[in-house]
T-cell receptor, first 112, second 110 residues
Framework: DAGVIQSPRHEVTEMGQEVTLRCKPI?????LFWYRQTMMRGLELLIY????????DSGMPEDRFSAKMPNASFSTLKIQPSEPRDSAVYFC??????????FGPGTRLLVL | DQQVKQNSPSLSVQEGRISILNCDYT??????FLWYKKYPAEGPTFLIS?????DKNEDGRFTVFLNKSAKHLSLHIVPSQPGDSAVYFC?????????FGPGTSLSVIP
């Protein structure tokens, strides 16, 4: 199994631009999670999906952030417009319901 | 308010010695606990878990101890190896989510 796949691995963009992060979960997993890791706040859960349905988006920092899961094998996290304080590593993780989460390698985002 | 706390942001240990990483939690209803390990430029990976029906779980060099009355758990690594240098997260599954502690960065010095 290829594990959780995230793309791009690195993204550098300018303030105000739209950023789209992509995730392919492990086949057969029905839960998908988006996390953000920063030095100040550690690993924060942004949003998670069960069976492609968003369950809890209370961690999404503001309306500039949105996430979709159009099917069981793909999810996106979009930031529009991006700001320098969005610079962080964004992780996607997947699991079978209530089982151990498997993390992707992360996308390192830098907003200038 | 943090429900899972790791009060030591970093720890340095000599190779061959024991590493002890601590974690405290606030909710006495938590009944299952996880440790994740994270290398730079990689995502966290599951390391070891413990259920509240046990007070110890061992897997090779890694042992997790749970003290329910103190709402405290610890991860022991013995003997520590340079390849153990990583960030260790204590985590608790809660409803459909996992609550992560802030992590402890372990450096094992050769």
């Amino acid at each position: 199994d290829a594990g959780v796949i995230q793309s791009p691995r690195h993204e550098v963009t300018e303030m105000g631009q739209e950023v789209t992060l992509r995730c392919k979960p492990i086949s057969g997993h029905n839960s998908l999670f988006w996390y953000r890791q920063t030095m100040m706040r550690g690993l924060e859960l942004l949003i998670y999906f069960n069976n492609n349905v968003p369950i809890d988006d209370s961690g999404m920092p503001e309306d500039r952030f949105s996430a979709k899961m159009p099917n069981a094998s793909f999810s996106t996290l979009k930031i529009q417009p991006s700001e320098p304080r969005d610079s962080a590593v964004y992780f996607c993780a997947s699991s079978r319901l209530e089982e151990t989460q498997y993390f992707g390698p992360g996308t390192r985002l830098l907003v200038l | 308010d943090q429900q899972v706390k790791q009060n030591s942001p970093s720890l340095s240990v000599q190779e061959g010695r024991i590493s002890i990483l601590n974690c405290d939690y606030t909710n006495s209803m938590f009944d299952y606990f996880l440790w994740y390990k994270k290398y730079p430029a990689e995502g966290p990976t599951f390391l070891i878990s413990i259920s509240s029906i046990k007070d110890k779980n061992e897997d090779g060099r890694f042992t997790v101890f749970l003290n329910k009355s103190a709402k405290h758990l610890s991860l022991h690594i013995v003997p520590s190896q340079p390849g153990d240098s990583a960030v260790y997260f204590c985590a608790v599954p809660h409803h459909d989510k996992v609550i992560f502690g802030p992590g402890t960065s372990l450096s094992v010095i050769p």
